[in-house]
């Protein structure tokens, strides 16, 4: 791949990448090696670089693999909440929407999870996600409602819990 083309994939999908492996693992420390590992991995397979166009779903299907790769070996915790000793999830109460946002998030199925934030962090398309997960648009389409249905549900319920305290 040449010099130029990789410092514009670099420059244009960073940030998207690294903010979806973010909201994927929970670990910023992680999520920096992994975004950094995607474009050591662009680079080398340069030849198998997708046309102009189609590198975004490519370059997320790379950050996907190698969230699943961590995941199976064990270097990767699955995405929780930090606890107090008392067992109680702690969150300062200016960060309550987010906690409660990655909270639900958590409860997700992988597929419905990973699909959701694919679109809604990355900003693929539902093309895009489909080719960067292996799957079919309409099944996309299925994952994301679902997962959208569900975090009503869930923030809902929070929210009403929340607003009766």
């Known amino acids: ?24 693992c929970g670990d910023a420390r992680a999520a920096e090696d992994v ?14 670089v997708p046309p102009a166009g189609s590198e975004r779903a490519w370059l997320f299907q790379i950050a996907r693999n190698l969230l699943i790769d961590r995941w199976r070996r064990g270097n990767l915790e699955p995405l929780t909440l ?25 409860r997700l199925p992988d597929a419905d999870r990973e699909a959701f934030l694919l679109g ?3 900003g ?3 093309a895009e996600i489909a080719d960067s997960t292996g ?12 997962a959208r249905r569900a975090l009503r549900k869930q923030l809902g319920t929070e929210a009403a819990t929340e607003h009766e305290r």
Do not use: C, K, N
Request: hydrophobic share 45%.
């Open 1 to 24: 791949m040449e010099r130029r083309r990789a410092q514009a994939l670099f420059e244009t999908h960073h940030l998207a990448l690294y903010r979806f492996v973010l909201r994927s």
């Open 35 to 48: 975004t950094q590992e995607v474009f050591v991995r662009a680079l080398r397979d340069g030849v198998r």
């Open 120 to 122: 809604q962090v990355a």
């Open 135 to 146: 799957t079919t648009e309409a099944a996309v389409r299925s994952r994301i409602y679902r």
């Open 124 to 126: 693929l398309t539902y």
């Open 82 to 106: 930090p606890e107090e000793a008392d067992g109680t999830t702690a969150v300062p109460a200016a960060q309550a929407l987010r906690a409660s946002l990655r909270a639900a998030l958590t």
